[in-house]
């Protein structure tokens, strides 16, 4: 559930009266609020606990706060924040916080709306201004580079994290970051050389060595991108996602042993992955060898890729339709066809069914 922390510049008063418990007013008409301070003046620090319930929709309600040391004082919570106040003439300026818990979703959007998008609009205008005074903080500019990955600003993200980069070259994390970004807007040249230099600083990045596989693998360089995927495999041989990467270059590449292998092996290892079922059965229906050819394994496996995709992959129904045709069994692929074309229409995939259809062309006019 979201919550959210707010602070506010408060006035305290200090009582004599030990443990007395003082009622308060909420002027915020949410479900749940749990507010927690720990706050020091200087002479004496004040631990306070509190909690206050009230109904959705009323707008003030009466809750009890009863501090932990020899001090008592009233509170008031307001959407600007903690009001304390007193009898006592003596008063303290402090600063204190309180957490905000909503007790349902629906709060919590409204919460959300209320003080995090305001918030971060505040702190996004003031980071941006400071790099603009600052053009050397590196700090800042991470900062706003994060806040703009995660909200899909991935040109502005680039940007910043170019410049810090540029700021502190052995920021790895930040080079990791950088790169995959341009991967994702397809600069794969750029991207490329800020993960061999990442490498370079970390080269026991399993991890790592993938991504820069996949770069390498985008740019189709296949025998560099195998190399990579190896590399991260010998570091952590239990990564499955690395070998059916690899499975797949290899696949391409005609070397259909190793591949069929490493496919194998993640079937053992994660008998739910369609992805290994659906190229194992591929390779078991179109080996470059034709003695090594198994099309009725190839269809069994191929069956329970799409049982495990839920017949919503088009790229294993291909491979099904393929084995379904090295054993000379199209009634099985029509049948599982049909029963796909039925699922895609009811539920409105339209892009599915007419691939669905496309396949199901060749095999009709073959009876």
């Known amino acids: 559930m979201w919550s959210c ?27 749940y609020f749990v507010f927690w301070t720990g706050i020091s003046t200087g002479r004496r620090s004040i631990g306070l606990w509190s ?75 003031g980071w941006q201004a400071r790099v603009r005074a600052m053009l050397e903080d590196y700090k800042t500019r991470h900062r706003l580079a994060s806040f703009y990955a995660k909200r899909g600003r991935i040109d502005g993200a680039v940007e910043q994290w170019r410049e810090v980069v540029k700021l502190k070259p052995a920021l790895t994390d930040v080079r990791i970051n950088l790169a995959r970004l341009l991967a994702h807007q397809r600069q794969f040249d750029e991207a490329l050389r800020h993960y061999q230099i990442a490498l370079d600083e970390a080269p026991d990045d399993a991890a790592l060595h993938r991504q820069t596989g996949l770069t390498h693998w985008s740019l189709g360089n296949l025998d560099a991108a195998a190399a990579r995927f ?72 191929a069956l329970t890729a799409c049982e495990l995709s839920a017949s919503r992959n088009a790229s294993v129904l291909a491979t099904l339709v393929a084995a379904c045709e090295a054993a000379g069994d199209a009634a099985t692929a029509e049948r599982v066809l049909n029963e796909a074309l039925a699922a895609a ?18 095999l009709k006019s073959a009876e």
């Not at 922390?5 to 479900?31: K, N």
């Not at 006592?88 to 300026?93: F, G, I, L, Q």
């Not at 659906?278 to 090594?292: P, S």
């Open 5 to 31: 922390w707010r602070s506010c510049r408060t006035r305290i008063t200090w009582a004599r009266t030990c443990g007395r418990r003082l009622s308060c007013r909420t002027s915020v008409g949410f479900s």
């Open 51 to 125: 909690r206050s319930r009230c109904r959705r929709g009323r707008r003030c309600t009466r809750g009890s706060f009863m501090t932990t040391r020899r001090t008592t004082f009233a509170i008031r919570v307001t959407r600007r924040g903690v009001c304390c106040s007193g009898r006592n003439p003596r008063m303290r300026w402090v600063t204190c916080g309180f957490k905000v818990l909503p007790r349902s979703a629906a709060d919590a959007r409204v919460l959300r709306a209320r003080y995090t998008d305001k918030d971060q609009r505040v702190w996004v205008a």
């Open 230 to 301: 190896r590399a991260a495999l010998a570091i952590d041989d239990t990564l499955d996602a690395v070998r059916l990467n690899l499975a797949s270059v290899l696949t391409i590449q005609e070397a259909h042993d190793e591949a069929l292998a490493h496919l194998m092996t993640v079937i053992e290892h994660e008998p739910t992955s369609a992805a290994a079922h659906n190229g194992a059965a591929w390779i078991l229906a179109a080996h470059v060898d034709e003695a090594k050819r198994d099309p009725a394994r190839a269809v069994v496996l």
């Open 345 to 362: 229409r009811a539920r409105g995939d339209e892009r599915l069914a007419e691939r669905i259809t496309e396949m199901l062309g060749p």
